[in-house]
């Protein structure tokens, strides 16, 4: 079975920083991966997802990430966040079933002028 | 477009008390999901339901029911509501496949006294 870690439940950092979020999975087969975010008090959106072909993805709002098949990890980066950025980030893979996500426990970014 | 439409927002009930939750999406999708979002615990799905007609356990499926109404419509039932399942759920609905991107809900709070 497919498993999601994400190594930090909390990340702060200034304002026109870069930022980095890191996702590793376990599986023993191929994986479509997907980061999504959640703004307080909302669902989540898809922010970016890999299937298949370049290693390096990007999605909404200047974030991208990078599929890295040999040390199992999809980590999300941002050259430079803003305010508006600060929310819960959660990196998500597909379940042996194949139609439903296993989400991580979710990385909460905070950015501070 | 409204996307996922979950009722109710909010909901507080008693122990052993009944409610369902409703979901309702009009994007056309195949696959519609019920996740619960616990603080340190990320998204766990409760039942998931691949295609009209077909419902699915998840991994947290115990103390609740879903029943798939017709395409549009996937409704969680709690018969006998408990504090452990204080939670905020989340719908989400997707194109059938396992690398299509789920598309959420804004939750339903839900606190059981």
């Known amino acids: 079975a497919q498993s999601v870690t994400q190594l930090d439940s909390q990340v702060p950092v200034f304002e026109e920083a870069p930022v980095e979020l890191r996702c590793n999975y376990s599986?023993?087969?191929?994986?479509?991966l997907f980061w999504y975010v959640q703004y307080p008090n909302q669902g989540l959106q898809l922010l970016l997802k890999?299937?298949?072909?370049?290693?390096l993805v990007k999605g909404i709002n200047g974030f991208e990430a990078e599929f890295n098949k040999s040390q199992t990890s999809f980590h999300l980066r941002k050259p430079s966040v803003h305010i508006s950025d600060t929310a819960e980030y959660f990196c998500?893979?597909?379940?042996?079933?194949?139609?439903?996500?296993?989400f991580g426990k979710g990385t909460s970014l905070l950015v501070t002028p | 477009n409204a996307g996922v439409t979950q009722t109710p927002k909010f909901q507080v009930l008693k122990t052993g008390q009944s409610m369902t939750l409703q979901c309702a999406q009009d994007?056309?999708?195949?696959?519609m999901y019920w996740y619960r979002q616990d603080p340190g615990m990320g998204l766990r799905l409760i039942y998931y339901?691949?295609?009209?007609?077909?419902?699915d356990k998840g991994e947290v499926p115990n103390g609740y029911n879903v029943s798939r109404l017709n395409k549009r419509e996937f409704s969680l039932r709690l018969e006998s509501a408990a504090p452990s399942q204080t939670s905020v759920y989340f719908c989400?609905?997707?194109?059938?496949?396992?690398?299509?991107?789920?598309?959420f809900g804004n939750g339903t709070r839900l606190t059981v006294t």
């Open positions: 599986s023993s087969v191929s994986v479509y």
């Open positions: 989400a609905s997707s194109e059938q496949g396992e690398n299509s991107p789920l598309h």
């Open positions: 998500a893979v597909t379940r042996n079933s194949g139609y439903a996500l296993n």
């Open positions: 890999y299937l298949s072909g370049s290693t």
């Open positions: 339901s691949a295609s009209e007609g077909t419902t």
């Open positions: 994007m056309n999708h195949n696959s």
